[in-house]
């Protein structure tokens, strides 16, 4: 069974400061098929990045994608007011799974 | 500007069936796939079904393989859940969403449309 796993599971930080969450495979995603979104609270989560690096149309460039096969990381520097959301991961290509998701927290 | 209007969500009793719509406007919608992700209250989300743009090719997630079916009607721009066998644990908010490749990233989400299941 094909698992994703984020951490922390809540980040507590202020604006200016920069997050870095985590995402965990259980099997290696193969051709970095892995994706970001942004859930602010009450709204329909959005697409922030794709092919684990590659920023959405419209996604500001504080927010960065890396990593390869099971080990994968999403930050953003410099948070602004308008980041703090729940963020979640996702494989897609193989199966379309997500991770439970990690809240950046004031 | 992409649009996607989710409709048909309510109070269903176990065991009941319900159908979900949901209205694309503003791209061309037989390129894209189509899926239904949901979130039961307070939770993470979930994908339940994908189906690609001409209809014929879908996919299920186990926990509601048998039970609900994906359709789309490419002369309306409109996505279809139907839901069967509903059980307590379907409870959730499900959104409509949009992606250009099959089995892929989603490009865009409605707003969602919430489905309680209870006697």
């Known amino acids: 069974e094909f698992v994703l796993t984020q951490s922390p599971g809540t980040l507590s930080l202020s604006p200016g400061e920069s997050a870095t969450l985590s995402c965990r495979a259980s099997?290696?995603?193969?051709?970095?098929?892995l994706a970001w979104y942004q859930q602010k609270a009450g709204q329909a989560p959005r697409l922030l990045i794709y092919g684990t690096s590659r920023r959405a149309t419209g996604i500001p460039d504080r927010f960065s994608g890396s990593g390869s096969r099971t080990d994968f990381t999403l930050t953003i520097s410099r948070l602004e007011p308008e980041d703090f959301a729940v963020y979640y991961c996702q494989r897609y290509g193989d199966s379309l799974e997500f991770g439970q998701g990690t809240k950046v927290d004031i | 500007e992409v649009q996607l209007l989710e409709s048909g969500g309510g109070l269903v009793q176990p065991g009941g069936s319900l159908r979900l719509s949901c209205a694309a406007s503003g791209f061309t919608f037989n390129t894209y796939a189509m899926s239904w992700v949901r979130q039961a209250p307070g939770k993470g989300l979930e994908w339940v079904s994908i189906i690609s743009g001409t209809g014929h090719a879908t996919e299920y997630a186990d926990s509601v393989k048998g039970r609900f079916t994906i359709s789309r009607d490419n002369s309306n721009n409109t996505v279809y859940l139907q839901m069967n066998s509903l059980r307590a644990e379907d409870t959730a908010v499900y959104f409509c969403?949009?992606?250009?490749?099959?089995?892929?990233?989603?490009?865009?989400w409605g707003q969602g449309t919430r489905l309680t299941v209870s006697s």
């Open positions: 099997q290696r995603i193969n051709s970095d098929y």
């Open positions: 969403v949009g992606g250009f490749y099959y089995m892929y990233y989603f490009d865009f």
